[in-house]
């Protein structure tokens, strides 16, 4: 007797249209895009976070720097890892860079933090100076000159 010839598929096995996986696909990548800015926020708030109090480091590392020497630092370097450890002397911390200048023959200084990559690492920049106040810019750069924090600033506290 000779056999018939049988199909290769197999009648009743369901799977998937082509419109179906393009339909997955698509919501599939709606929601890894949400939980991608998501990411991004958490990490400018998380880096954020961090710069103030590394500012405040900073600020307490001046005033004894300036105790033992008589003026305030010149810039980061001079403070060095013995007052501030933690890397804070390399001027890079958090995705943020700091740039520490003194003015009147050291009698002030002024400490600002920007993002290195703007909109990705942080979205606004800070300052600090002798009066122990962190200000906020709604900016991604600006400049100090080590006599006072550049105006338009908001004070934070806490």
Do not use: W
């Amino acid at each position: 007797m000779k056999k018939k010839h049988q199909s290769k598929t197999k009648i009743g096995l369901s799977g998937f249209t082509l419109i179906e996986l393009i339909i997955v696909i698509a919501i599939i990548g709606i929601v890894a895009a949400i939980a991608a800015t998501s990411a991004l926020a958490t990490r400018v708030q998380a880096n954020e976070g961090a710069v103030k109090g590394s500012l405040k480091t900073i600020q307490s590392a001046s005033v004894s720097y300036r105790g033992a020497q008589g003026a305030y630092p010149a810039n980061l370097t001079a403070l060095g890892a013995s007052y501030l450890g933690g890397g804070l002397e390399t001027g890079i911390k958090s995705g943020y860079n700091f740039t520490l200048a003194s003015g009147n023959q050291g009698e002030t200084f002024t400490c600002t933090a920007a993002p290195r990559s703007a909109n990705y690492t942080g979205v606004r920049s800070y300052c600090t100076d002798v009066y122990n106040v962190i200000y906020m810019y709604n900016t991604a750069t600006i400049s100090a000159d080590g006599t006072a924090c550049p105006p338009n600033g908001t004070p934070l506290t806490g």
